[in-house]
């Protein structure tokens, strides 16, 4: 590992960005194309390829083997499983016919959300704070804000406690306390 103050990038790691944030990990072979941005405290495991213009906010933690194209949006503290792939073209066609710009449609990621596993996002989405979609799904919709999606397609299943665990009655979280209320975004924590 490249160690420069606190960032540690692998020696066989491809970065063509130089907008990345301290005590970040960025492991072997993978590839940080330019106008990249990686906020502090991040992970980003082996085998990795980040497209121009991604945005990966604080402490978002990348596993292996994680593809995300250009005109996506991470916030904070996402957590994205191995394999998982972000797709930014609606009707993707061979190279003889570039996609037009206007095709490039944004996915943004809220604060804490949870992508499982070998995971597919299609792209014009919105996925809420402390989201969780399930290993292995497809996503062709929006998910609200602690909304559990997974299958495929992705179908509601439940709703998510911001400490991770499944919220079995809304008003509280039997783990950690904390209560909700229902709103047209998902879940809000009631204050």
């Not at 960005?17 to 106008?35: A, Q, V």
């Not at 406690?161 to 904390?178: F, K, P, S």
Request: aromatic letters at 8%.
């Amino acid at each position: 590992m490249e160690e420069t103050s606190t960032l540690q990038i692998h020696p066989s790691t491809i970065i063509e960005t130089d907008d990345i944030g301290e005590n970040t990990t960025i492991g072997p072979f993978s590839h940080i194309e330019k106008n990249v941005h990686i906020g502090r405290n991040c992970f980003i495991g082996e085998g990795c390829h980040i497209q121009e213009g991604v945005h990966i906010s604080d402490g978002t933690h990348l596993e292996n083997g994680v593809y995300i194209w250009r005109g996506v949006y991470l916030s904070e503290d996402v957590f994205v499983g191995p394999q998982a792939v972000f797709i930014n073209y609606r009707n993707p066609r061979a190279y003889s016919h570039p996609p037009r710009r206007e095709e490039i449609l944004q996915t943004k990621v809220g604060r804490g959300a949870s992508i499982g596993a070998n995971s597919t996002i299609l792209c014009g989405h919105i996925i809420g704070a402390y989201a969780v979609v399930g290993a292995g799904s497809t996503l062709t919709h929006s998910v609200r804000a602690h909304e559990i999606v997974y299958g495929n397609p992705a179908r509601h299943q439940g709703w998510a406690c911001e400490c991770g665990e499944a919220l079995y009655d809304i008003r509280e979280c039997v783990e950690c306390g904390r209560s909700y209320e229902m709103i047209d975004t998902g879940l809000r924590l009631h204050e």
